[in-house]
């Protein structure tokens, strides 16, 4: 059916198959407009930006600001390929940079090429003091910064300040589900914060960060080392999925993730076996 239809002024417009088909071209040229306007930044940019990006994210991260501070690590990305040089003092320096960069947006791949100095002897004291250091380090329901680590013959004794009778108990959990330790002995005081003390704000850490943590703490902790688990996280919400032996391991995975630095919620769609 044709038909045809008056302006403002009176006078006779297009026909109707034209009318239609005017519209649709300026129907057309507003979603193109609207979608150049809204599309991502990142879809805008080129390659050499993109990379520009990645480097300058991984060392804002809250991984590279505050565990590998005293680690000389050199990050360069080309085409979304990173490479890692420079030296670290520990193996699980090493991995935690790795996968806090595997993990950022535009990253493709990752070529790990940093040089562990003076790395300890697998299952040695040294060894097992830098896990467990590090495990402390990821998990906020403890005080790492006031924890003392001292390992001899696989005995790990603990000294330092917690604040509470939960807080100790958990630090001797934590330390004894490290493969390697034999005893724990922990001889921390229990003192609470001095009212008035510091108190700041949670700091707001980045997601791949956060997936770094839970990944490397998933592999040091004995109990949860074998555990094949995909990780990740949007916004702090940590998403799990893979499979778990059982229902118990499956909640101590979930128990785990929760008291990670930087996580808000837990989403365990872990599958038993």
Same mark, same amino acid.
């Given at each position: 059916?044709?038909?045809?239809? %008056?302006?403002?002024? *009176? ?32 879809? @805008? =940019? ?27 690590? =050199? ?13 670290? =003092?520990? #193996?699980?320096?090493?991995? @935690? ?11 493709? $791949? ?13 299952? !040695? ?8 250091? /590090? ?9 790492? $910064? ?7 013959? *696989?005995?790990?004794?603990?000294? $330092? ?18 493969? *390697? ?9 229990? !003192? ?16 791949? !960060? /956060?997936?770094?943590?839970?990944? %490397? ?22 998403? %799990? ?6 229902? =118990?391991?499956? #909640? ?9 630095? $930087? ?11």
């Amino acid at each position: 059916m044709r038909y045809t239809y %008056l302006t403002r002024n *009176g006078r006779r417009g297009a026909s109707g198959a034209r009318f239609k088909e005017n519209t649709k071209m300026r129907l057309s040229f507003y979603i193109f407009v609207a979608a150049t306007v809204l599309m991502p930044a990142a879809a @805008l =940019a080129g390659p050499a930006e993109i990379d520009r990006r990645i480097e300058e994210s991984a060392r804002r991260s809250y991984v590279f600001t505050n565990y590998l501070t005293s680690d000389a690590i =050199a990050v360069e990305a080309k085409d979304g390929i990173v490479t890692l040089t420079g030296s670290v =003092a520990a #193996d699980s320096a090493k991995a @935690l940079a790795q996968e806090t960069v595997a993990g950022l947006p535009g990253v493709k $791949g990752v070529e790990n090429k940093l040089e562990v100095t003076g790395s300890p002897t697998a299952s !040695s004291d040294a060894w097992l003091s830098d896990k467990l250091k /590090i495990t402390l380090l990821f998990h906020r329901s403890v005080r790492a $910064g006031k924890t003392e680590v001292e390992v001899k013959d *696989g005995v790990v004794t603990l000294r $330092g300040r917690a604040e509470n009778q939960a807080q100790k108990e958990l630090a001797t959990e934590y330390a004894r589900d490290i493969e *390697g330790v034999k005893e724990v002995i922990n001889e921390m005081t229990v !003192s609470p914060e001095p009212e008035g003390g510091p108190r700041t704000a949670g700091e707001k850490i980045d997601d791949a !960060s /956060i997936t770094a943590q839970v990944k %490397l703490a998933l592999l040091l902790h004995r109990s949860t080392s074998a555990v094949a688990t995909t990780v990740r996280t949007k916004r702090g919400t940590v998403t %799990l999925e893979g499979k778990a032996a059982n229902a =118990a391991e499956r #909640d101590l995975v979930t128990k785990l993730v929760k008291d990670i630095n $930087g996580v808000r919620k837990v989403k365990n769609r872990m599958s038993l076996e």
